[in-house]
Each structure stands twice: as C-alpha cells, then as structure tokens.
Nanobody, 125 residues
Framework: QVQLVESGGGLVQPGGSLRLSCAASGFTSNYHAIGWFRQAPGKEREGVSCIESGDGSTYYYADAMKGRFTISRDNAKNTVFLQMNSLKPEDTAVYYC?????????????????WGQGTQVTVSS
C-alpha cells in the first residue's frame, strides 16, 4: 500500500523557517518524482516544487518561492524535504506531498496519483 506522510508543519512568525518532510512507503520513491503542493483556504491547490528521480532535477513553480524554498531528497530514507525560509503570511496553507506514476515532474495536480494527508503551515505574528 502506497503511503506518503508529511510532517514538519506548524506555526511560525514571518521571516521564520520550517522544514517539511515527506516519508514514502509502499513504493520506492527513488523511481518516482515527488512534488509539493499547497492549498490555502478558498484557493485552488497549487504546485510548489518537485524533484525528479534519477538525476534529481528540481523545479519551483512560482517566482514567489524561488530563492526561499529548497527541495531535496534522501533516497536511503525514502524521504523528500522542503526547506522553507523567509516565510511570509501568504505562505499559509496546507502543504501536501504527492507522487505521479512517473520519474518526471509536473505542475499539473491531476497527474499525481498518490497524496499525503497534508500538513498545516501557518505564518503569523
């Protein structure tokens, strides 16, 4: 049974940092891309970042996140991380990790077949 479990969310002040983790089980994440998405109240789910298997190519899907967020993976632990720095109130959302049936990344939500339960990130003073 494929399972993705996120952790690391919480409440942080503006300018602070959080590191999200996505632990994969039931399949080898080494052979799947892993993406991070987020969904704020009243908004559609949007792509945040993705890391491909193989050469580990990374993608960041919005200019607002580039330079502040970093995605990485630990293949030995079947875990993908999202380091988020200089957090802003507009980063507040539920963050999900997801995997397509492919080694390639995509920004398209419907191309992802496996989803975690999400972890809440709240940026507020």
């Amino acid at each position: 049974q494929v399972q993705l479990v996120e952790s690391g969310g919480g409440l942080v002040q503006p300018g602070g940092s959080l590191r999200l983790s996505c632990a994969a089980s039931g399949f080898t994440s080494n052979y799947h891309a892993i993406g991070w998405f987020r969904q704020a109240p009243g908004k559609e789910r949007e792509g945040v970042s993705c890391i491909e298997s193989g050469d580990g190519s990374t993608y960041y899907y919005a200019d607002a996140m580039k330079g502040r967020f970093t995605i990485s993976r630990d293949n030995a632990k079947n875990t993908v991380f999202l380091q988020m720095n200089s957090l802003k109130p507009e980063d507040t959302a539920v963050y999900y990790c997801a995997a397509p049936n492919s080694w390639r990344c995509s920004e398209v939500v419907s191309e992802y077949h496996y989803w975690g339960q999400g972890t809440q990130v709240t940026v507020s003073s």
